[in-house]
């Protein structure tokens, strides 16, 4: 089964203390992307990579980091995580296409991963 | 820049009749658009999309779509309304870059639906 698949799906944890959050997808999708959703700001994108080993900044980048190693993995890493992280973070994916192709394709979203920063 | 306009926080409808969800979006060149839902403690499934073509555009359980371009509008529509329609939705844009890189997706909000019986 086609999937988008992320862990934890919930966390709970303090101030300051690193933590990942893993997403791995199963459709060979070159692009991958992180949002968080927050109530009454919609979805905002966090990082995302067009394939292994690129990876560039979205909406709001600050205090995330990713990484790219291998096409179907996509971690997101909190290096020292504050309240204001706390949110819904949805991974996703799908195909990149050049030229009038490009932009065509659905992106698949994982379940989210619920994270509390207390 | 692109963006996008969901105006409406919260529809209200009853079971049976049709519903609306607006969105209207911005975008420099032809916009990609799409429509996202979200039920409760779910992650976004996929409802439907426009690319180019036919201004209406039909998706998953029974919602349909219409593109208007002079309006840059894109409202989400289902002629008769569900209980289970209650949810989440997301309007999406992408701008249409000929000969470019795929461009990120910018979402709108979101609008509750709720659907009495």
Known sequence: ?118 | AQSVAQPEDQVNVAEGNPLTVKCTYSVSGNPYLFWYVQYPNRGLQFLLKYITGDNLVKGSYGFEAEFNKSQTSFHLKKPSALVSDSALYFCAVRENNYGGSQGNLIFGKGTKLSVKP
């Not at chain 1, 096409?71 to 706390?86: A, D, G, H, M, V």
């Open chain 1, 1 to 118: 089964e086609a999937q988008v698949t992320q862990n934890p799906r919930y966390l709970i944890t303090v101030t300051g203390k690193k933590l990942t959050v893993t997403c791995s997808q199963n459709m060979n999708h070159e692009y991958m992307s992180w949002y968080r959703q927050d109530p009454g700001l919609g979805l905002r994108q966090i990082y995302y990579s067009m394939n292994v080993e690129v990876t560039d900044k979205g909406d709001v980048p600050e205090g995330y980091k990713v990484s790219r190693k291998e096409k179907r993995n996509f971690p997101l890493i909190l290096e020292s995580p504050s309240p204001n992280q706390t949110s819904l973070y949805f991974c996703a994916s799908t195909t990149r296409r050049q030229g009038l192709a490009g932009g065509t394709d659905t992106q698949y979203f994982g379940p989210g991963t619920r994270l509390t920063v207390l």
